[in-house]
């Protein structure tokens, strides 16, 4: 059976010969080593081309289209250096995936040979069809330009294939009218928002040198890694990306003797070869661990500025599947492949600061500094507190619920982590609201009282969607599987309100004395505390208690993609996008569009899927065993002997209700197709994902009951701790 042959194929693996040497260059040489970098530019351009590109990617400044011809020569001549035949505009569709279009730099000359040419308009902007991608009725077939505009914050970079290699282009893609069509474009969007806002809240505190405040983040990815000949005898991890069926191993995660233990020497090869491959696309990863469930790894770059980090985090994923796939491996980023162990996540942590100014998010520990993190961090409380539906939205998807609200990544429900530290500061703040008591010149923002934070605050909450790690915020309800646009998005528009909020506050109370900062700022914060301190949650947020006193506190719950994707209807968030155009009130319904048929489509396949390896896998292997049962009983009945029908009966009655659950499921997926997506995507979670589970229990019941030398699917034990 092909269970059989894969469990024979993985034991017998040899590393590819002769091994990678990975000691000859080392990995520091490699860093950059693909990228059209601020060095090659400085080397390969006029001085004015090189500084005015510069401009544009530091300090934000339009782009002069006059420099595109020439950097675009000394791209192509760079990249032909390299072994480059073509380039390639990359871009990132709403599907959550990179999307690119080849073109070769050959064009036919006159004299019959050809010539290498690359313009200036081809590096700026691309015309890819690009039309079968979701745009969530943005852009109908008939009207379908989209172009890719060339993103000059992120760095063009060499893909190096086995058989030759491309320059590619980050771009935007938008359709004609100028409207997003992808997931770079609002991230730019709303980091310029952010810059604008913090500009003021900078002001206040004097400092007017205007230099850029970008976001940052730092995503730390979750992974498995399985053996291939295990992936390909899974119809249901091929084309689900997860096991739609599997019985619980009798040894799982419970030993925790997977988590940080040492790393298997095939991963490990794996690993130094992706990151060396990562190394060179100039991406600085930095940590490297086993995770908690067995077969679970994750990777953690520093951190960079939000758009590059996104499009870094995109090419990790591919590079890390590619890079599988040559170690015999797959690189599953699915948050739940298998049912029972820990699923995976990526932690996007993030803050905001500029050249001058530093990590804004640091507490410091000069009492001016402090009183404006306090402010800065008041303001993200706020923020957080007034758009958690918003928060839980960006990272809703068919995937990332079966991880939300389970045992063991947060729960569905949006609180912050403080640690202990940082609350008690604000807990004072709250009762200090009438700040009269506290003399004057000391307190005023109960700066006093805060006390210099170690760097890494000893405290780690791991329940907690929103925790606040020293000096910045990790997001921990992101899935491993999607792509980080959509939470920093959120984020840096949400904090953007906030601030701009509290500016709008405190340039009018101060009437531009800043005499009267501090005071007005107490009073602010008080404020925000009383309004928004609910959100502040320390404890565990797995427990039963939480969700009970999340309720009181009138905090959302939302546990499933289908109560959190509607949020994006609330007139609040359109406003909100409006306000400080990220969005577009059209480019806002359209993500909810993509969204909700992303997860109707997805759980439409696994229900498909669901139905189809049950009934021609599970089910046939079941009644041969039954068969064999019953032609034993048949048999020594005969010859007189007894036999205890038991475990015949057992099986009998578990097949009868795999058979009817079958049914159910087909009944209620051929009932639920519908053109109202709200609607499909209700039903999709109230009944065609129940009737799945429902299925999946028999069936891995029957597990437990067949003959092993029956059974078709590799099982959770041979995927998960064969290597
Ligand atoms: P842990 O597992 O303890 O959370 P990791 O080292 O795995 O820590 O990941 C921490 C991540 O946070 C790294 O990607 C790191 O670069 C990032 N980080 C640190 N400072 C900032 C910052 N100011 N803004 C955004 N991300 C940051
Ligand atoms: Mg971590």
Redesign the pocket.
């Known amino acids: 059976s092909a269970r059989r042959a894969a469990i024979s194929a993985v034991t017998n693996y040899k590393p590819s010969s002769p091994p990678m040497n990975f000691r000859d260059t080392s990995t520091g040489d490699l860093f950059n080593a693909n990228v059209f970098s601020k060095s090659v530019m400085k080397k390969r351009l006029p001085k004015p081309v090189y500084k005015a590109l510069l401009r544009t990617m530091e300090a934000g400044e339009k782009l002069d289209p006059s420099v595109a011809d020439v950097v675009a020569a000394a791209m192509k001549d760079w990249a032909i250096s390299k072994g480059a035949t073509h380039y390639a505009h990359v871009f990132y569709p709403l599907t959550g995936l990179t999307a690119e279009k080849h073109d070769s730099f050959l064009a036919p000359d006159d004299d019959g040979t050809a010539l290498a040419e690359f313009s200036g308009k081809q590096l700026i902007q691309g015309e890819p069809d690009g039309s079968s991608f979701p745009t969530g009725g943005i852009r109908v077939t008939f009207e379908a330009r989209g172009y890719t505009v060339w993103d000059v914050t992120s760095p063009a970079y060499i893909l190096e294939n086995d058989n030759g290699t491309t320059l590619c282009i980050p771009t935007a893609f938008v359709s004609w009218t100028g409207e997003a069509l992808d997931k770079k474009t609002p991230v730019l969007r709303s980091m310029q928002a952010l810059n604008q806002q913090a500009q003021r809240i900078l002001k206040l505190f004097g400092h007017t040198d205007g230099s850029l405040v970008s976001s940052?983040?730092?995503?730390?990815q979750e992974y498995f890694l399985i053996d291939r000949n295990f992936y390909f005898s899974r119809p249901d991890l091929l084309n689900a990306g997860r096991t739609l069926f599997g019985a619980a191993p009798p040894k799982g995660q419970e030993f925790d003797d997977h988590y940080f233990g040492a790393i298997p020497e095939r991963v490990l090869a794996f690993m130094l070869e992706a990151e060396r491959e990562l190394f060179k696309l100039g991406i600085p990863v930095?940590?490297r661990h086993n995770e908690v469930a067995p077969g679970q790894y994750?990777i953690?770059?520093?951190?960079e500025f939000a758009n590059l980090a996104t499009d870094h985090q995109q090419l990790t994923m591919t590079t890390l599947r590619r890079v599988a796939e040559k170690y015999g491996m797959v690189c599953l980023t699915h948050e739940k492949p298998f049912a029972g162990v820990n699923g995976s996540g990526k932690?996007v942590?993030?803050?905001m600061?500029s050249s001058s100014q530093g990590?804004l998010?640091d507490p410091g520990d000069t009492p001016h500094d402090n009183a404006q993190f306090l402010l800065i961090c008041g303001a993200v409380i706020r923020a957080v507190h007034k758009y958690q539906g918003l928060l839980r939205s960006v990272v809703a998807s068919a995937s990332n619920d079966h991880r939300l609200g389970a045992n063991e990544a947060p729960p569905a429900i949006i609180s912050i982590f403080l640690g202990d530290q940082l609350t008690d500061v604000f807990q004072q703040i709250k009762a200090g609201g009438a700040s009269s008591s506290i003399p004057k010149g000391t307190l005023t923002v109960g700066v006093d009282v805060l006390p210099p934070l170690p760097k890494d605050a000893g405290d780690r909450n791991r329940t907690s969607p929103f925790a606040f790690?020293g000096?910045?915020f990790?997001f921990r309800a992101v899935g491993s599987n999607q792509s980080i646009a959509g939470p920093l998005v959120a984020m840096n528009t949400i904090v953007a309100e906030s601030l701009d909020y509290c500016a709008t506050r405190l340039e009018e109370a101060t009437g531009g004395d800043p005499e009267k900062l501090h005071g007005e700022l107490q009073k602010l914060l008080t404020e925000i505390m009383n309004e928004h301190g609910a959100i502040i949650f320390n404890g565990d947020g797995y427990s039963e208690e939480w969700h009970k006193e999340a309720e009181e506190r009138g905090l959302l719950n939302l546990k499933t993609s289908a109560d959190a994707l509607p949020v994006l209807k609330n007139q609040d968030i359109i406003d909100l996008f409006g306000k400080y155009n990220v969005l577009s009130e059209r480019e806002l319904a359209s993500r909810l569009d993509t969204y909700l048929e992303q997860y109707c489509m997805t759980i439409g396949v696994e229900a498909k899927l669901t139905i189809k390896i049950a009934k021609t896998m599970i089910f046939p292997a079941a009644i041969r065993y039954q068969n064999e049962l019953a032609a034993t009983c048949t048999n020594l009945k005969m010859l007189g002997y007894e036999f205890d029908t038991n475990t015949l009966d057992a099986m009998t009655e578990l097949v009868k209700e795999l058979q009817d659950s079958i049914a159910e499921l087909e009944a209620s997926l051929a009932e639920g197709e519908s053109d109202d997506l709200l609607a499909e995507s209700r039903h999709c979670c109230d009944s065609v994902l129940p009737l799945m589970n429902k299925v999946r229990t028999y069936a891995d019941k029957l597990e437990g009951f067949v003959a092993d030398d029956l059974w078709p699917l590799p099982t959770y034990q041979e995927m998960l701790f064969i290597k």
């Open positions: 940052t983040a730092g995503p730390e930095k940590t994750e953690a770059p520093m951190f932690h942590n993030w803050s600061g990590n998010l790690t000096n910045r990790e």
